[in-house]
């Protein structure tokens, strides 16, 4: 090794084509995955408010946002939706003419070549906002696992890719892919939420899918964020359910949980750039506090950076048509 002032690494920084070639890290638009919120009606394109830019959508608008992501490069979308009616047990989220599985019908009509992710969970469609079934005021694992089962077994029905389990139920996976099985879905692969923190930068979110616990929190079974050997523990126990691509979510404050994954798994790894994250980058942009572009695009390559594969992010087209632009 050589050292000052043979060695002067400044020299790798002079200018912007020098950079790109001593550029570690590349971002591109196809390991995007694309969040969107789907709702009832026609001609619906709600804002959410801690969200700009964000939008509730009815199947016609949600269309016209899909293909401006095609066109962009994004290959993914993952499909939110918000129910006509909620109730204890959440049955929209498995019924086979509920909002989600129509809107993977449409997509795979209108926009055939984009995969569609879907997040199996019940806290959009449950009127208690908890993430399973409700027994004895507490959220019974074994219970939440055949209705999980169900859900994703309707949404492969209806066209969908790859389900997504993120009730962070003990088993969830295991239930899925025992019930995409028994119905010939063998080959239908699976991504575990397997390392889901209980974190306040869900709270954006929570407005989008109208999906706040009524009562308590969701501490019980999502995890602690103090917690990084459990995650890897939780990984591991997905992986040997049967998940096929797991993730870590949020994506942010936990860089750290990213790397261990990475360094320790071999498998597909996905992290999720929440909505909290999105929207604190919204607000500082907003208020002239930081540049909106930079700051994204360093966070979304300190997240790939830290060993992420796939990243889930509201930022995905902007993102994609600045990289557009550097091209």
């Known amino acids: 090794m050589t050292s000052f002032p043979d060695s002067r690494l400044r020299r790798l920084r002079g200018s912007d ?11 591109t638009a196809k390991e995007f995955v694309y969040p969107v919120f789907v709702a009832h009606g026609h001609g619906v394109k709600e804002p959410i408010e801690p969200m700009p830019g964000q939008f509730q959508m009815s199947l016609d608008v949600l269309s016209e946002d899909v ?24 049955t929209e989220g498995y019924d086979p003419e509920g909002i989600v599985q129509e809107a993977v019908r449409m997509i795979k009509k209108n926009h055939p070549n984009m995969m569609v992710v879907t997040d199996v969970c019940m ?17 019974d694992n074994d219970q939440t696992l055949e209705l999980l089962g169900r859900t994703a077994v309707s949404h492969v029905l209806a066209g969908a890719d790859l389900p997504a389990p ?20 063998e080959d239908t692969p699976i991504m575990g939420y397997a390392a889901k923190y209980s974190s306040g930068f869900y709270g954006p979110f929570r407005v989008a899918a109208n999906s706040t616990p009524q009562f308590g929190d969701r501490k019980s079974y999502q995890m602690d964020p103090a917690n990084a050997r459990m995650a890897m523990r ?32 071999d498998v597909p790894l ?9 929207s604190m980058i919204k607000a500082a942009a907003q208020n002239g506090w930081v540049d909106e572009k930079t ?23 902007e993102a994609a048509r600045w990289l557009r632009e550097m091209e």
């Not at 979308?77 to 959440?90: H, I, M, N, R, S």
């Not at 691509?245 to 261990?260: E, N, T």
């Open 17 to 27: 084509s020098m950079r790109n070639m001593a550029r570690e890290t590349r971002l």
């Open 67 to 90: 293909g401006e992501a095609a066109e962009l490069g994004i290959p993914a979308v993952l499909l939110f939706g918000l129910p006509a009616e909620k109730d204890p047990l959440g």
């Open 123 to 139: 806290c959009e469609y449950t009127d208690h906002g908890h993430c399973g079934v409700i027994d004895n005021g507490k959220v």
């Open 166 to 185: 993120s009730a962070m139920m003990d088993g969830q996976v295991w239930a899925i892919r025992q019930a995409l099985n028994d119905k010939g879905y």
């Open 234 to 265: 939780e990984i591991e126990a997905d992986i040997a359910e049967g998940a096929d691509i797991v993730m870590v979510k949020p994506a942010l404050s936990y860089l750290d949980v990213i790397r261990q994954a990475k360094d320790r798994f």
């Open 270 to 278: 996905a992290a999720y750039n929440v909505s909290g994250e999105y």
């Open 295 to 317: 700051v994204t695009m360093e966070v979304l390559t300190s997240i790939k950076r830290a060993g992420a594969d796939t990243i889930l992010t509201y930022h995905a087209k």
